[in-house]
């Protein structure tokens, strides 16, 4: 009974792109770290999370998106710049690094939103 | 809409048409106290545990509100552990963490509220003049 | 260690890494026209490599990939020939008057430290947005 309040497709989501988004943070941050290293490939979070998670969200199947993992791969999109193999473009992952802390601000609000609107729901009364 | 209520159809669980078992309306004998309560035997939303399922299908009150106890024990557990290990340098997610204790800190309103509900009904029912 | 903040060991290591950098790159500018270095020849312009390491032990315990970060394989030495300067006044000067001077080009060293300092403001803006969104994690369930 007390996991069927948090099995609801759209919480499930939010908890799921907060995951994908905390493993981006981290991938960008290894690019960045390795912005002078050479040969180095730079690594995101595996498109294939974005485009099962889309589906799984569109199905509305709560359990579908529970067993959705993000997970840092090589990207495979990205060509080396310079003659040292580095694939990784400063102002371009800089770009990245500040959309996703709007997009962690957002899923955050998201999930305050839901928490709030639980607690409304069992109590009657505004928290 | 009562909160309870709000709460049941936050969760939409998937509706049934209410019905009689077909042997007691042909015989046409009292339908017994186990037959009524598979009545109102509505499945949850998501799939849940086999015990939870057993509880239900047994069709007792308190064992439903055992579960409920135990659910509701399983995640301050839970909320706890991910804190200590967030706390002692384990590789938890921030967020993961904050989100459990949250959760913890729901189901434990929900109990504290059906609790209340349900000490509200006895009260209630103890007043009524016989 | 508690760890809040996320991928913070690739940071921190990528910032040590590129002070290391620099303080090459000055000692590198500071030694334009050192003709005689302690081994006798001219001083050799020196260059960091950067490695990316992880932490294998870490990553056998099953946390997950193991903290990863970056650091100063070696500090080479500049292989290039020295330049050879006209200067017959000069106490190293040989037989035709040319002194060797270290093969250190200043307008190179300042673009190297132009990046190097970049990689280093890029990597502290890492760490300001990781403290952000640990800000906005704590509040979440607050209003």
């Known amino acids: 009974m007390i996991d069927a309040l948090f099995s609801q497709p759209n919480y499930a989501a939010v908890k799921k792109l907060l995951d994908a988004t905390s493993l981006r943070h981290e991938a960008i941050a290894r690019n960045l770290a390795n912005l002078e290293t050479p040969h180095y490939q730079r690594v995101d979070v595996a498109p294939s999370f974005t485009t099962s998670l889309r589906q799984a969200i569109i199905s509305h199947d709560a359990a579908q998106i529970q067993a959705i993992e993000p997970s840092i791969v090589t990207d495979a999109t990205a060509s080396p710049l310079g003659h040292d193999g580095n694939t990784v473009d400063l102002e371009a992952e800089l770009v990245k690094l500040n959309e996703n802390t709007v997009a962690h601000a957002l899923e955050t609000q998201l999930m305050t939103g839901q928490l709030l609107r639980l607690r409304l729901a069992i109590t009657g009364r505004p928290v | ?130 | ?143």
């Open chain 3, 1 to 143: 260690m508690i760890n809040l903040l996320n991928g913070i060991s690739d940071t921190t290591s990528a910032l040590n890494a590129e002070r290391t950098r620099m303080d090459v790159i000055s000692q590198n500018i500071a030694n334009v026209n050192t003709a005689r270095d302690i081994d006798g020849r001219p001083f050799q312009r020196r260059q960091v490599v950067f490695e990316t390491v992880l932490n294998q032990q870490q990553a056998l315990a099953g946390a997950g990939t193991g903290e990863t970060g970056v650091r100063v394989a070696r500090i080479e030495k500049d292989q290039r020939p020295p330049r050879l300067v006209f200067d017959p006044g000069h106490p190293n000067a040989d037989e035709n008057g040319i002194v060797a001077m270290p093969n250190i080009n200043i307008h190179e060293e300042m673009a190297d430290l132009i990046v190097a300092s970049r990689a280093f403001e890029a990597n502290l803006a890492v760490v300001r947005n990781a403290r952000a969104m640990a800000v906005q994690t704590l509040m979440i369930g607050k209003h």
């Open chain 2, 1 to 130: 809409m009562s909160p309870l209520s709000a709460l049941r159809s936050a969760s939409a669980p998937d509706f049934r048409i209410l019905s009689l078992p077909k042997a007691a309306v042909t015989s046409g004998q009292a339908i017994s106290y186990r037959e009524l309560e598979t009545i109102g035997n509505l499945p949850p939303a998501t799939a849940p545990p086999p015990s939870a399922k057993a509880g239900a299908a047994g069709g007792s009150f308190e064992s439903t509100l055992g579960q409920m106890v135990a659910d509701v024990n399983g995640r301050q557990a839970a909320a706890s552990e991910t804190a200590a290990a967030l706390l002692s340098g384990q590789n938890v997610p921030l967020h993961q963490a904050m989100i459990a204790m949250e959760e913890a800190s729901v189901s434990f309103q929900l109990m504290v509220e059906v609790r209340n509900r349900l000490l509200e009904s006895y009260q209630e029912l103890m007043r009524m003049q016989v």
